[in-house]
Every structure is written in structure tokens, then in C-alpha cells.
């Protein structure tokens, strides 16, 4: 799928550009079509230490116990192996998307967060896409099936 890239705010738009950015409000023609926006491991199957650092790992939870029954959670962390939270490496923020339309944006400081969200999805079936984007090593993504 195309993936086109703010190039005010850095948030991915998949398929398609949209007419105004729904992180920044950017227009259009501040989108560009980067095939390469998202890194992507060398072999899936068999992840290096930077790759385990990076991917992001969801867990999806059927049974809420804090909005009860239709509330579909999701747990996620960056990534296997939990990725540094320090001034200078640092994951800047975690993007959100249900069937690759974008849900929301979480900044993360790195001084008071660890790398990890929960979520409560209103939805009980499609995919959720989640993107994570390191201050030096860029953006990665992963997907689960809710
Ligand atoms: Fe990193």
C-alpha cells in the first residue's frame, strides 16, 4: 500500500493522501509519496536485536474491565525488546490507525514514559495498525487482526 508521508509533522497516510493532515492540519501538497517511510525488517522471520528494539508488539485484549463489554483493548509495546526512553534515543510518538484510517497520535517524553500504551478500541473487528516513529532510527510498524 502507498504510503504518503506529512512532511510538516511526519504522520503516514496509507492508500492515500488526505486533503488536510489530521495531526497538523497540513494541506495536500505538503504530502509526498515516500515508499520508504517505514522501515522494514531485513528477514521477518528470523529479527535482529534492532529490529526486536523497534517493531511494535500488540496484544489484543477481548475482555475489558474498565468499559465492559464492546470495549476491545489493545496493549502495546516498543517493541520485544523494550526500546530505550533517554534524552538523546527516544521513541517520539506512537500512531494509531483502524483499517489503516487514522485513530490517534501519542507523544511520548522520554524522561517519564516507557514505551508502552494501552487502548480501548470502540471497535470489534478489523485490523489495527500501529506505527512508532524513533528519534534515530525511524518509523516501524506492526499490525494485528482485532
Ligand atoms: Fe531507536
Not at 503516514?12 to 495536500?28: E, M, T, Y
Not at 502495546?76 to 538523546?88: C, D, N, R, S, Y
Request: proline letters at 6%.
Amino acid at each position: 500500500m502507498d504510503t504518503f508521508v506529512c512532511g510538516k509533522c511526519g504522520y503516514i497516510a496509507f492508500g492515500q493522501a488526505p486533503d488536510a493532515c489530521p495531526v497538523c492540519g497540513a494541506l495536500k501538497q505538503a504530502f509526498k509519496l515516500d515508499p520508504n517511510a517505514i522501515k522494514k525488517p531485513t528477514d521477518p522471520a528470523n529479527l535482529n536485536d534492532l529490529e526486536k528494539k523497534h517493531i511494535p508488539v500488540i496484544e489484543i485484549k477481548r475482555q475489558c474491565g474498565l468499559v465492559g463489554p464492546g470495549c476491545v483493548d489493545a496493549n502495546i509495546k516498543i517493541g520485544q525488546i523494550l526500546h530505550v526512553m533517554e534524552a538523546k534515543h527516544y521513541i517520539m510518538y506512537i500512531d494509531l490507525y483502524h483499517d489503516y484510517n487514522f485513530i490517534g497520535r501519542y507523544h511520548l517524553s522520554p524522561e517519564k514514559l516507557n514505551p508502552v500504551l494501552g487502548i480501548h478500541l470502540k471497535v470489534t473487528s478489523g485490523r489495527l495498525t500501529v506505527l512508532e516513529n524513533c528519534n534515530l532510527h525511524g518509523r516501524w510498524v506492526a499490525e494485528a487482526v482485532i
